[in-house]
């Protein structure tokens, strides 16, 4: 994957590429890490093993062993159709069982789906980004323009 780089060093090779000058012209703004955002990111799991491959620098990750993989279509399956259904708390708990180091993010409160009579009307038609919410936390906003 090659050196890890910095973002703030990478944000600023963009900005200069794109013909701006950096906190010049396009300022940058630090906000500190989102709900549910990594840091590192893990390649390989715990129990998974790399074996090299005929290609220099590639390697081949293999699974864990003690894992049953004949059954992930089937969970899968029964995770789709609990998502379609809303059922948070049955999605929560497909994840624990495919994937045991699951951690459920703090999120904020998670509601179940209300039958269609029963449905919020919103009164802002037009929701800004930063009202919007993912599994992983708040939804990325748009990029600050130039000053």
Same mark, same amino acid.
Do not use: W
């Given at each position: 994957?090659?050196?890890?780089?910095?973002?703030?060093?990478?944000? %600023? #090779?963009?900005?200069?590429?794109?013909?701006?000058?950096?906190?010049?012209?396009?300022?940058?703004?630090?906000?500190?890490?989102?709900?549910?955002?990594?840091?590192?990111?893990?390649?390989?799991?715990?129990?998974?093993?790399?074996?090299?491959?005929?290609?220099?620098?590639?390697?081949?990750?293999?699974?864990?062993?003690? %894992?049953?993989?004949?059954?992930?279509?089937?969970?899968?399956? %029964?995770?789709?159709?609990?998502?379609? =259904?809303? #059922?948070?708390?049955?999605?929560?708990?497909?994840?624990?069982?495919?994937?045991?180091?699951?951690?459920?993010?703090?999120?904020?409160?998670?509601?179940?789906?209300?039958?269609?009579? =029963?449905?919020?009307?919103? =009164?802002?038609?037009?929701?800004?980004?930063?009202?919007?919410?993912?599994?992983?936390?708040?939804?990325?906003?748009?990029?600050?323009?130039?000053?």
């Amino acid at each position: 994957m090659g050196e890890q780089i910095s973002v703030v060093d990478m944000a %600023r #090779n963009l900005i200069r590429l794109s013909g701006y000058i950096p906190d010049e012209d396009i300022a940058l703004t630090y906000l500190g890490c989102r709900p549910g955002e990594k840091l590192v990111e893990e390649l390989v799991a715990r129990r998974e093993t790399m074996e090299p491959t005929s290609v220099p620098k590639v390697l081949c990750v293999l699974p864990d062993p003690a %894992r049953d993989l004949s059954q992930v279509f089937g969970l899968v399956t %029964r995770l789709e159709e609990a998502a379609a =259904e809303g #059922n948070v708390s049955k999605v929560l708990s497909l994840l624990r069982t495919m994937l045991p180091t699951y951690r459920r993010p703090t999120l904020p409160v998670v509601q179940e789906r209300l039958p269609e009579s =029963e449905s919020v009307v919103s =009164e802002d038609p037009v929701p800004s980004p930063a009202d919007r919410s993912t599994v992983a936390g708040f939804a990325p906003s748009a990029p600050h323009g130039r000053r």
